[in-house]
């Protein structure tokens, strides 16, 4: 027997590697004030973690709407299913405390939480990159070669 899920089409924006991810959530009353408590910014944890998914080029949090709202949203290279599995794989629990205070939130390792991300997802009216014919490999590899390319250079002197 197939495990078929009722999936709702996927939003989101594509340009060249590059995807744009906007979702806008209810937040549980008083999760605002508990979201910012357990998030505490983005520290040098967490951005190794979000490292480890290796395609993420950037990512917001904004809660707003007399703190009734919050958006997520992301540049992410690749395609919709494996952003969501990366994070679902890679760093769940870090995902769930963030998202424990959304309104219905099922948790990163539910089957539905495809179908609730895609619910909630918009897709920006306009999107907009330097290059985003370049991954976030593509990106931290230059930075390698041209750390090193300088190092080389600095030597020469």
């Given at each position: 027997m ?21 979702v ?10 508990r979201?910012r ?17 290796g395609?993420?080029?950037d ?20 395609d919709?299913e ?8 890679i ?7 963030l998202?424990?205070?959304v ?33 976030v ?11 090193a ?9």
């Amino acid at each position: 027997m197939t495990n078929f899920h009722n999936t709702t089409a996927r939003p989101g924006t594509k340009k060249g590697v590059w995807n744009e991810f906007t979702v806008i959530m209810p937040l549980k009353p008083g999760g605002a004030n508990r979201m910012r408590d357990s998030f505490g910014g983005f520290d040098e944890e967490r951005t190794k973690n979000t490292d480890r998914i290796g395609t993420v080029h950037d990512l917001r949090f904004v809660i707003f709407d007399n703190d009734t709202r919050c958006i997520f949203a992301s540049t992410f290279d690749g395609d919709w299913e494996t952003y969501i599995d990366d994070f679902a794989t890679i760093i769940p629990d870090e995902i769930d405390l963030l998202f424990a205070e959304v309104v219905d939130y099922p948790g990163v390792r539910s089957p539905d939480i495809k179908d609730f991300i895609a619910k909630h997802q918009v897709s920006a009216m306009a999107f907009y990159g330097a290059y985003t014919d370049a991954s976030v490999r593509d990106v931290w590899k230059a930075l390698k070669i041209r750390k090193a390319l300088d190092q080389m250079l600095d030597a020469a002197n």
